[in-house]
Protein backbone atom coordinates (compact mmCIF):
# COMPACT_ATOMS: atom_id res chain seq x y z
CA UNK A 1 0.00 0.00 0.00
CA UNK A 2 1.27 3.32 -0.77
CA UNK A 3 0.57 6.59 1.24
CA UNK A 4 1.10 10.09 1.05
CA UNK A 5 1.73 11.59 4.36
CA UNK A 6 0.78 15.64 4.14
CA UNK A 7 2.28 18.86 5.57
CA UNK A 8 0.90 21.47 7.15
CA UNK A 9 1.12 25.26 7.84
CA UNK A 10 -0.45 27.28 10.70
CA UNK A 11 -2.93 30.02 9.80
CA UNK A 12 -3.02 30.82 13.20
CA UNK A 13 -1.45 30.03 16.41
CA UNK A 14 -3.10 31.16 19.81
CA UNK A 15 -2.44 30.65 23.42
CA UNK A 16 -5.09 30.77 25.54
CA UNK A 17 -4.04 28.64 28.82
CA UNK A 18 -1.83 26.15 30.22
CA UNK A 19 -3.49 22.55 31.95
CA UNK A 20 -1.78 21.86 35.35
CA UNK A 21 0.22 18.97 33.79
CA UNK A 22 2.01 21.64 31.77
CA UNK A 23 0.83 21.26 28.25
CA UNK A 24 -0.48 24.64 26.48
CA UNK A 25 -3.86 25.18 25.46
CA UNK A 26 -3.94 25.93 21.95
CA UNK A 27 -6.52 27.17 19.10
CA UNK A 28 -4.98 27.18 15.97
CA UNK A 29 -6.31 27.07 12.52
CA UNK A 30 -4.20 24.49 10.76
CA UNK A 31 -4.10 23.76 6.81
CA UNK A 32 -2.60 20.89 4.44
CA UNK A 33 -0.06 22.14 1.72
CA UNK A 34 0.48 19.82 -1.60
CA UNK A 35 3.90 18.78 0.00
CA UNK A 36 4.33 15.44 1.15
CA UNK A 37 6.02 12.33 2.23
CA UNK A 38 5.39 8.65 0.61
CA UNK A 39 5.10 5.89 2.67
CA UNK A 40 4.99 2.29 1.43
CA UNK A 41 3.07 -0.79 3.64
CA UNK A 42 3.88 -3.98 3.31
CA UNK A 43 2.56 -6.82 5.86
CA UNK A 44 5.54 -9.33 7.38
CA UNK A 45 5.98 -12.24 9.61
CA UNK A 46 6.79 -9.86 12.48
CA UNK A 47 8.49 -7.20 13.94
CA UNK A 48 8.06 -3.37 12.67
CA UNK A 49 10.87 -2.83 9.97
CA UNK A 50 11.57 1.00 8.82
CA UNK A 51 13.73 2.14 6.32
CA UNK A 52 14.21 5.74 5.18
CA UNK A 53 15.79 7.56 1.74
CA UNK A 54 17.49 9.98 4.23
CA UNK A 55 20.22 8.37 6.65
CA UNK A 56 19.53 10.77 9.40
CA UNK A 57 16.70 10.09 10.20
CA UNK A 58 15.58 6.99 12.93
CA UNK A 59 14.34 3.94 11.68
CA UNK A 60 14.29 2.72 15.61
CA UNK A 61 11.38 3.35 18.39
CA UNK A 62 13.00 7.40 17.90
CA UNK A 63 10.75 7.86 15.30
CA UNK A 64 6.82 8.70 15.07
CA UNK A 65 6.60 6.27 12.87
CA UNK A 66 7.93 3.09 14.59
CA UNK A 67 6.06 4.51 17.56
CA UNK A 68 2.31 4.95 15.65
CA UNK A 69 3.11 1.38 14.06
CA UNK A 70 3.95 -0.06 18.01
CA UNK A 71 0.92 1.87 19.73
CA UNK A 72 -1.81 0.60 16.96
CA UNK A 73 -0.41 -3.00 16.52
CA UNK A 74 -0.73 -3.05 20.59
CA UNK A 75 -3.67 -1.60 20.50
CA UNK A 76 -5.70 -3.39 18.22
CA UNK A 77 -3.88 -6.83 19.07
CA UNK A 78 -2.42 -7.54 16.29
CA UNK A 79 0.18 -10.31 15.79
CA UNK A 80 1.50 -9.98 11.82
CA UNK A 81 4.82 -7.63 11.65
CA UNK A 82 4.69 -4.69 8.68
CA UNK A 83 7.66 -3.32 6.81
CA UNK A 84 7.50 0.45 6.15
CA UNK A 85 9.45 2.13 3.64
CA UNK A 86 9.51 6.18 4.39
CA UNK A 87 10.33 8.58 1.12
CA UNK A 88 11.12 11.59 2.99
CA UNK A 89 10.22 14.69 1.40
CA UNK A 90 9.01 17.48 4.09
CA UNK A 91 11.65 18.92 6.45
CA UNK A 92 12.48 18.01 9.23
CA UNK A 93 12.47 20.06 12.88
CA UNK A 94 10.60 22.87 10.38
CA UNK A 95 7.10 23.72 12.37
CA UNK A 96 5.41 21.78 8.99
CA UNK A 97 4.69 18.26 11.18
CA UNK A 98 6.32 16.29 9.24
CA UNK A 99 6.54 13.34 11.47
CA UNK A 100 3.47 13.95 13.20
CA UNK A 101 2.04 13.79 9.27
CA UNK A 102 4.02 10.10 9.24
CA UNK A 103 2.53 8.53 12.47
CA UNK A 104 -1.00 9.78 11.21
CA UNK A 105 -0.57 8.51 7.49
CA UNK A 106 0.58 4.34 9.22
CA UNK A 107 -3.06 5.11 11.71
CA UNK A 108 -4.67 5.20 8.03
CA UNK A 109 -2.54 2.31 6.10
CA UNK A 110 -2.80 -0.33 9.07
CA UNK A 111 -6.20 -0.07 9.58
CA UNK A 112 -7.01 -0.56 5.90
CA UNK A 113 -4.07 -3.41 5.74
CA UNK A 114 -4.96 -5.18 9.18
CA UNK A 115 -9.13 -4.26 8.23
CA UNK A 116 -9.60 -2.65 12.05
CA UNK A 117 -12.78 -1.25 12.19
CA UNK A 118 -11.83 1.91 13.63
CA UNK A 119 -12.90 5.52 13.28
CA UNK A 120 -11.44 9.09 13.17
CA UNK A 121 -12.44 9.77 16.59
CA UNK A 122 -11.19 6.49 18.18
CA UNK A 123 -7.73 7.50 16.01
CA UNK A 124 -7.06 10.63 17.33
CA UNK A 125 -7.45 9.84 20.63
CA UNK A 126 -4.68 7.46 19.52
CA UNK A 127 -2.79 10.15 17.96
CA UNK A 128 -2.72 12.54 20.57
CA UNK A 129 -0.90 10.19 22.71
CA UNK A 130 2.18 10.25 19.58
CA UNK A 131 2.12 14.06 19.42
CA UNK A 132 -0.37 17.42 19.57
CA UNK A 133 -0.41 17.65 15.74
CA UNK A 134 -1.28 14.05 14.59
CA UNK A 135 -5.16 14.35 15.45
CA UNK A 136 -5.17 17.26 12.96
CA UNK A 137 -2.91 15.45 10.15
CA UNK A 138 -6.21 12.48 10.41
CA UNK A 139 -8.84 14.42 9.69
CA UNK A 140 -6.75 17.02 6.99
CA UNK A 141 -7.50 19.76 5.17
CA UNK A 142 -8.72 23.31 6.35
CA UNK A 143 -9.46 22.99 10.40
CA UNK A 144 -9.61 24.54 13.61
CA UNK A 145 -7.76 22.62 16.04
CA UNK A 146 -8.17 23.43 19.80
CA UNK A 147 -7.54 21.69 23.84
CA UNK A 148 -3.68 20.19 23.35
CA UNK A 149 -4.39 19.62 19.55
CA UNK A 150 -6.61 16.90 20.02
CA UNK A 151 -10.32 18.47 19.52
CA UNK A 152 -10.50 19.35 15.67
CA UNK A 153 -13.62 21.04 13.81
CA UNK A 154 -13.29 21.01 9.82
CA UNK A 155 -13.53 24.16 7.81
CA UNK A 156 -14.44 25.44 4.55
CA UNK A 157 -12.11 24.37 2.09
CA UNK A 158 -8.66 27.07 1.94
CA UNK A 159 -7.60 25.52 -1.42
CA UNK A 160 -5.35 26.52 -4.28
CA UNK A 161 -3.55 29.08 -2.73
CA UNK A 162 -0.04 29.97 -3.85
CA UNK A 163 2.58 29.06 -1.19
CA UNK A 164 6.41 29.52 -1.03
CA UNK A 165 8.09 27.97 1.69
CA UNK A 166 11.87 28.65 3.14
CA UNK A 167 13.13 26.26 5.90
CA UNK A 168 16.49 27.79 6.63
CA UNK A 169 19.33 25.40 7.22
CA UNK A 170 18.48 24.86 11.08
CA UNK A 171 16.04 23.00 13.19
CA UNK A 172 13.65 24.45 16.44
CA UNK A 173 12.79 22.29 19.04
CA UNK A 174 9.23 22.83 19.38
CA UNK A 175 9.24 21.68 23.07
CA UNK A 176 12.48 24.42 24.10
CA UNK A 177 9.78 26.77 22.64
CA UNK A 178 6.83 26.20 24.64
CA UNK A 179 9.22 26.19 27.84
CA UNK A 180 10.52 29.61 26.46
CA UNK A 181 7.49 31.24 25.94
CA UNK A 182 5.59 33.49 28.43
CA UNK A 183 1.82 33.26 28.22
CA UNK A 184 1.72 36.31 30.92
CA UNK A 185 3.74 38.26 28.39
CA UNK A 186 1.63 37.91 25.70
CA UNK A 187 -1.11 40.67 25.08
CA UNK A 188 -2.49 40.54 21.31
CA UNK A 189 -4.02 37.47 20.19
CA UNK A 190 -5.34 36.61 16.92
CA UNK A 191 -8.78 37.15 15.95
CA UNK A 192 -9.23 33.28 14.97
CA UNK A 193 -13.39 34.11 14.14
CA UNK A 194 -12.43 37.35 11.81
CA UNK A 195 -9.55 35.12 10.31
CA UNK A 196 -11.64 31.94 9.41
CA UNK A 197 -14.50 33.95 7.63
CA UNK A 198 -11.90 35.80 6.09
CA UNK A 199 -10.78 32.20 4.65
CA UNK A 200 -14.16 31.15 4.19
CA UNK A 201 -14.71 33.97 1.96
CA UNK A 202 -11.11 33.53 0.05
CA UNK A 203 -10.14 37.17 1.32
CA UNK A 204 -6.51 36.18 0.91
CA UNK A 205 -5.40 40.26 1.41
CA UNK A 206 -7.29 40.21 5.35
CA UNK A 207 -6.33 36.30 5.89
CA UNK A 208 -2.55 37.84 5.84
CA UNK A 209 -3.62 40.80 7.80
CA UNK A 210 -5.16 38.76 10.54
CA UNK A 211 -2.81 35.73 10.55
CA UNK A 212 -0.60 35.37 13.67
CA UNK A 213 1.41 32.70 15.61
CA UNK A 214 2.74 33.57 19.18
CA UNK A 215 5.43 31.28 18.73
CA UNK A 216 7.24 34.03 16.31
CA UNK A 217 7.52 35.92 19.56
CA UNK A 218 10.47 33.07 20.92
CA UNK A 219 11.59 31.56 17.39
CA UNK A 220 11.97 35.22 15.70
CA UNK A 221 13.82 36.76 18.78
CA UNK A 222 16.32 33.64 18.84
CA UNK A 223 17.11 33.46 15.08
CA UNK A 224 16.69 37.19 13.46
CA UNK A 225 17.28 35.52 9.80
CA UNK A 226 13.46 34.59 10.27
CA UNK A 227 12.67 37.97 10.55
CA UNK A 228 15.28 38.87 7.35
CA UNK A 229 13.17 36.39 5.42
CA UNK A 230 9.73 37.32 5.86
CA UNK A 231 10.87 41.58 4.94
CA UNK A 232 12.38 40.09 1.91
CA UNK A 233 9.64 38.13 0.86
CA UNK A 234 7.25 41.30 1.29
CA UNK A 235 10.13 42.86 -0.52
CA UNK A 236 9.57 40.13 -3.84
CA UNK A 237 5.54 40.69 -3.67
CA UNK A 238 4.39 38.58 -0.55
CA UNK A 239 1.00 39.05 0.49
CA UNK A 240 1.91 38.15 3.59
CA UNK A 241 4.45 35.68 5.41
CA UNK A 242 4.20 34.05 8.64
CA UNK A 243 6.81 31.56 10.71
CA UNK A 244 5.03 27.75 10.93
CA UNK A 245 4.24 26.30 14.02
CA UNK A 246 7.35 26.51 16.22
CA UNK A 247 9.44 27.22 13.67
CA UNK A 248 11.74 27.69 11.19
CA UNK A 249 9.77 27.30 7.95
CA UNK A 250 8.36 30.64 6.98
CA UNK A 251 6.03 30.52 4.27
CA UNK A 252 4.45 33.46 2.38
CA UNK A 253 1.30 33.36 0.46
CA UNK A 254 0.91 34.85 -3.06
CA UNK A 255 -1.75 35.59 -5.69
CA UNK A 256 0.47 35.33 -8.75
CA UNK A 257 2.51 32.05 -9.66
CA UNK A 258 5.21 34.62 -11.48
CA UNK A 259 5.90 36.59 -8.21
CA UNK A 260 6.47 33.16 -6.42
CA UNK A 261 8.48 31.53 -8.67
CA UNK A 262 10.82 34.77 -8.66
CA UNK A 263 10.25 34.35 -4.73
CA UNK A 264 11.27 30.90 -5.27
CA UNK A 265 14.52 31.04 -7.02
CA UNK A 266 15.77 34.13 -5.19
CA UNK A 267 15.77 32.14 -1.67
CA UNK A 268 17.02 28.92 -3.32
CA UNK A 269 20.21 30.41 -4.19
CA UNK A 270 20.63 30.56 -0.30
CA UNK A 271 18.75 28.01 1.22
CA UNK A 272 18.67 23.80 0.24
CA UNK A 273 14.94 23.50 1.51
CA UNK A 274 12.57 26.25 -0.47
CA UNK A 275 9.77 24.79 -1.72
CA UNK A 276 6.48 26.08 -4.66
CA UNK A 277 3.23 24.61 -3.11
CA UNK A 278 -0.46 25.29 -2.41
CA UNK A 279 -2.51 24.92 -0.01
CA UNK A 280 -5.13 21.48 -0.36
Not at 120 to 146: Q, R, S
Not at 252 to 260: T, V
Request: with cysteine; aromatic share 8%; proline share 4%.
Amino acid sequence: MLVKAYAKINISLDIIGKREDGYHLLKMIMQNVDLYDSMSFQKCNKGINISCNKPYIPTNDKNLVYKAAKLFMETYNINEGINIYLKKNIPVAAGMAGGSADAAAVFKALKQLFEIDVDDEELINLGVKIGADVPFCIVGGTALCEGIGEIITPLAPFKNQILVLVKPNFGVSTKEVFKNLDINKIFKHPDTEALISAMEEERLVDVCKDMKNLLENVTLRKYPVLKRIKEDMGKMGAIGSMMSGSGPTIFAFFDDMLKAQKCYDKFKIQYKEVYITRTI
